[in-house]
C-alpha cells in the first residue's frame, strides 16, 4: 500500500477507520511526510497544530488501537509504537498528542463497562479526541491528587485543577482524573465547552513546545454517573496499561533521535566544512566524524531494538496477565525507555559538535532536537528506570503497578 492511496477525510466528516497494521504503518509514514515540511516553523513560532492535529485524528491513527469487536484494527504493540516513532521522527509535540488519548483508549477497554465500552469507543472511531486531565503541580508526587469527584444533589461534581494537560486544548473530551468519597481515581469524561470546564494555554516549555500541556480547571463541573469510568480497575489487578503507557513515551523519544541523527548526517554531507588538520577535503570523510556517527547510529538502533523487544512483550500478555507477566513487560519497557532517553539527549547534543559552528544558527532551528528532547524525557525519570531494572534482577522485585511502570 503506498501513502497515493490514502485519503484523509476533512474535520466534522466520519474519520478514515484503519484496516490492519500494514495500513497502520503507510498511514503514519504518510501523514508524517505532511507533518515534516513545517515541523521546524511551527516549533519556532510556537504555531498551534489545529490544522495537522485534524489530519492526524481523521487519518484513523488515534484509533488503532479499538478492538476489533467494537469496529478497530486492534493493532499490535509493535504497530502502535511503531506509528509513534515514525511520527515523533517528522514532529514530536504531534508524536506525543495522543499519547494520553490512547492510554485511555486502552482504560476504557480495561475498565469501562460495557456501554461506556460501545459509546466511547463509537467516538474514537468517528474521530474523536480525548485529551487529559491528570497530574497537578503543587503535591507531593504524581499521584497524590487533590481534584476530588462528589455527589451532588441527583449528581455528580467535579472540582479541582490540573497541569501537564497534554491534548487537552485540542480535545473534544477531557478525561479528569479524580478521588471519589472512596479515595479512588476515577476518570470523569467531561465534554468540551461544558460550564465550570476551563483549558488555558499557559504551557511555556522550551521543547514539545506545541503539545499546549498546559492547564484545565474543572469548577464544579457537573457530570453524568454513565461518564464516570473506574479507571482504578486498571490497576488494582495485573494489566498491560502501565507498560503501554510508557512504551508510546519510548517510541516518542526514539523518534526524537532519529531526526536528530538524521539532520547531523545531512548537515555534515551537504554544509559542513572538514576541520584543517583531518586532512581531508570534506567533513564526511573525517575519520573521527565518522567515528561519532557510527557510534550514534548503534546507539539508536540499539534503542530501537529494545523498543520491538519491549513492544512485543506487550503483545504477549495473555487475556489475563499475572503480576510476573506484567512485571516482565514493565522490565522490558524501562530497558527501552534508558536507551531511548540516553539517544535521544546524545544526538540531540551531538548534532552541534559534529555538524560544526553553522549548525547552531537560528534559521536551521536545530536546538529544538535536544530541546524536545530534554523536555520530554523529564516526563519521568530515567535514574529510575536504572532502579527498576537492577531491582528486579537483583532482587526480584516486580515494579509497582501505575502509568509510569
Avoid at 29 to 47: G, K, T, W, Y
Avoid at 125 to 152: M, W, Y
Amino acid at each position: 500500500m503506498t501513502s497515493t492511496t490514502i485519503s484523509i477525510p476533512p474535520a466534522g466528516a466520519p474519520a478514515r477507520v484503519i484496516r490492519d497494521d500494514a495500513d497502520a504503518i503507510a498511514t503514519a509514514h504518510h501523514v508524517a511526510e505532511l507533518f515534516r515540511a513545517d515541523a521546524s516553523l511551527r516549533d519556532q513560532q510556537r504555531r498551534l497544530p489545529h490544522d495537522e492535529l485534524n489530519v492526524f485524528s481523521q487519518s484513523g491513527l488515534w484509533a488503532i488501537t479499538v478492538p476489533a469487536e467494537y469496529g478497530g484494527a486492534a493493532v499490535s504493540y509493535v504497530t502502535l509504537t511503531e506509528v509513534i516513532r515514525i511520527v515523533a521522527a517528522a514532529d514530536p509535540s504531534l508524536g506525543q498528542l495522543p499519547q494520553n488519548h490512547l492510554g485511555i483508549v486502552d482504560v476504557i477497554g480495561l475498565a469501562g463497562t460495557p456501554e461506556q465500552k460501545r459509546r466511547f469507543f463509537a467516538e474514537v472511531l468517528a474521530g474523536k479526541r480525548f485529551g487529559n486531565g491528570f497530574s497537578e503541580r503543587g503535591t507531593r508526587n504524581v499521584l497524590d491528587l487533590k481534584t476530588r469527584i462528589t455527589a451532588n444533589g441527583s449528581g455528580l461534581r467535579v472540582n479541582g485543577t490540573k497541569f501537564y494537560s497534554t491534548g487537552a486544548l485540542f480535545a473534544d473530551w477531557i478525561p479528569i482524573l479524580a478521588l471519589d468519597d472512596e479515595q479512588r481515581g476515577v476518570l470523569a469524561f467531561i465534554e468540551r465547552g461544558t460550564p465550570g470546564l476551563k483549558v488555558v494555554d499557559d504551557w511555556s516549555g522550551f521543547g514539545q513546545r506545541t503539545t499546549a500541556s498546559g492547564t484545565v480547571i474543572a469548577d464544579n463541573v457537573e457530570v453524568s454517573a454513565d461518564a464516570v469510568l473506574a479507571s482504578y480497575e486498571a490497576y488494582d489487578k495485573p494489566t498491560r496499561n502501565g507498560p503501554l503507557s510508557q512504551i508510546i513515551q519510548a517510541a516518542i523519544d526514539a523518534g526524537i533521535a532519529r531526526a536528530a541523527l538524521d539532520d547531523t548526517i545531512r548537515f555534515v554531507r551537504e554544509r559542513s566544512r572538514a576541520w584543517v588538520d583531518s586532512g581531508v577535503e570534506r567533513a564526511a570523510d573525517d575519520p573521527l566524524t565518522i567515528r561519532e556517527i557510527g557510534d550514534l547510529a548503534i546507539r539508536i538502533q540499539a534503542a530501537e531494538a529494545l523498543l520491538e523487544k519491549a513492544a512485543q512483550a506487550i503483545d504477549a500478555l495473555p487475556a489475563e496477565p499475572t503480576s510476573a507477566d506484567v512485571a516482565r513487560a514493565s522490565v522490558a519497557v524501562a530497558q527501552a525507555k534508558v536507551l531511548t532517553t540516553e539517544a535521544a539527549l546524545r544526538a540531540g547534543e551531538k548534532l552541534f559538535e559534529l555538524a560544526g559552528t553553522q549548525s547552531v544558527l537560528a534559521e536551521h532551528n536545530y536546538d529544538r532536537h535536544w530541546r524536545n528532547a530534554r523536555t520530554h524525557t523529564l516526563h519521568d525519570p530515567v535514574r529510575w528506570k536504572y532502579h527498576l531494572v537492577g531491582n528486579y534482577v537483583l532482587n526480584g522485585v516486580e515494579p509497582p503497578r501505575h502509568a509510569w511502570n
